[in-house]
């Protein structure tokens, strides 16, 4: 940004008033690196990609992309080839010579073709089969889940149709798709609003299959994520896993300073298991202080493993306090598998 300024002549101002502009017409996307602003400029894909989600109701001209953009239609052709050959788009291709004038989002016309929920639940039920587990593309539940025809009851009917243990649930089929929809919020793709939505019906499925199953026995374990931290949808789902063993579960949910938590503990059970759950890197220096704490306040009474997100390979020497890190379904599985029951 400060090169921007520079090279127009512009202060801060005039340039943040101009930059929010050119976000809002979707032409970059401003990002935050150590306290300044950096700007990328969108690619030829990306700006289709957007174009056609703001549009998502309708069928879009190459002319009307190409005007908007200033983009010439030798320079979106390739473009748009890719992104049909990824799955990403549906081509027009009824009109004369075989040429493609008009394109769509896929599934935006499977969506509006559906006029019951027996019809819609047999069709989405499909989708899910053939295309998000076994090819992981998870662009029809997308579409589905921040779809004005989402209906409860129906999603919950074709996720048991999956007939899949809690792990493999989990596993194959949640956490891949919710980091989808990271990325694709992350690239501007889905609002911030839609991005909320998919997570909120996400997490009410997890919440009545945690509540169906989950038969609090057994040695307690406790579920939190890291202060400040507010993605709870990953202890959701470990929650979810925990309900296959015989353990009892509290996740607290919502994060609250490690004093606190320090002190629910003393006043309540002493758990066998505490598991510390972090989304963003920028949170590695709150997980390792409350580490701190936990081995301050309780020794080595208690078994703390931490995961996330937020956590790479290269962070499993970075926390000695912890007993176990989790940074892959490999992790998780073998925790389940061979530390949690001491096998």
Known sequence: MEELMKS???????????LDELQNENQVTLKKESGNVIIEKKTTKELIMSHLLRNREREVSVKEIAETYNLKRNTISNAIRELELKGKIILDRQ????????????????SKAITSPQVQHTKVSKDYRQEDLVKNDFQNSIEYLRSTNFNHVDFRKITDGLKLNSFTFIVN??????????????????????EHIITERMGKLLVELINERNNKQGELVLLAPVENEFHTLALLSLELIFTDYN???????????????????????LPSWIFLSMTLPMYR??????LKSLRTAFGTKIKIAIGGQGLT???????PEA?????????????????????
Do not use: C
């Not at 989790?326 to 598998?337: A, P």
């Open 313 to 319: 390979n290269e962070d499993k020497t970075k926390f």
């Open 173 to 194: 089929y949640v956490t891949p798709l919710m980091k989808r929809v990271g990325v694709l919020w992350e690239e501007n793709l889905l609002s911030t609003g839609e």
């Open 8 to 18: 127009v002549d512009l202060d801060e101002t005039k340039a943040l008033a101009f």
């Open 323 to 343: 007993n176990n890190i989790i940074v892959s379904n490999e992790d998780l599985d073998y925790f389940f598998q061979n530390v949690l029951n001491n096998k």
């Open 247 to 269: 353990k009892k579960v509290i996740n607290l949910g919502k994060p609250i300073p490690i004093e606190f938590f320090i002190r629910y503990i003393h006043e309540t059970e």
């Open 95 to 110: 009109r004369k010579k075989g040429q493609f004038t008009h394109m769509s989002l896929a599934g935006e016309r499977t």
């Open 285 to 290: 220096g709150t997980l390792k202080r409350e």
